[in-house]
Structure formats: C-alpha cells, structure tokens
C-alpha cells in the first residue's frame, strides 16, 4: 500500500490502490485527491483541473513513484511561484508508490489564516 507523507506537518497517510472514494477533485490517486481524502488541506482553486497552480507541492522523495509528468502539466508549473526541479501539480501527480512531498510555505500559511480559494480572476479592482 502505498504512503505518502506531507511535510511540514509530518502527516503519513497509507491507502489501498483503487480503494480511495473519488471526488472529482484532480486525478484519481493525485496527491490533491489523497490529501482531500485524509483531510489535508492543498489549495486547489480550479477545482483540480490543471488551469492553476496552487496545488504546487515538491517532491522530497519518491519522484518515481508519481506518473511522469504530462505536457499540460509541464506548461502550467512555468508559471508556478517557487518553481523547483521537483515541482509537481497535486492534481496531475499520481502515486504509484511512497513519495514524501512538501506543502509550500505560501500555500501552508494562507490557508492557515483562513484564506479560502486564491482564484482572484473576478475580482474587481477598486474605482478611482
């Protein structure tokens, strides 16, 4: 059964391939559909369908136990603050085996201080 642990917290959750209940939310078994399963909060303000990036996580171990990485995956994460070589959408990356991965500080700490969806695509700048 495969592991993934969500660094800071240190939080590992274990699951049964093809036994997670799908929500529509990324791919079945992405790091976003695991995370949501067990409660993890990751920012995903399109919902899941690769058209952002805040779900960007990084990958600390277990880089070939995700599916490789799609082309619209790729596109997307050019535009990613703090882009690494590790860098992965959660939505897109599907796990296959253990992987160890970090939540961004900017996302961790947005969240935390009850931010909700960072989809700013209607908002209304201010009338001079």
Known sequence: MPKVTFLP???TVEFESGKLPYSDHGKPESLLDIAL???IQLEHACGGSCACTTCHIVVKQGDDNLVPMEDDEADRLDMAADLTLHSRL???AVVKG???V???SWNRNY???GGGSMNL???IPPSR
Do not use: K, L, M
């Open 90 to 92: 959660g939505c897109q």
């Open 111 to 113: 969240v935390s201080e």
């Open 9 to 11: 917290a240190q939080t």
């Open 98 to 100: 253990d992987v160890v």
């Open 121 to 123: 695509g209607d908002a």
């Open 102 to 104: 970090e939540i961004p």
């Open 37 to 39: 399963n067990f409660g």
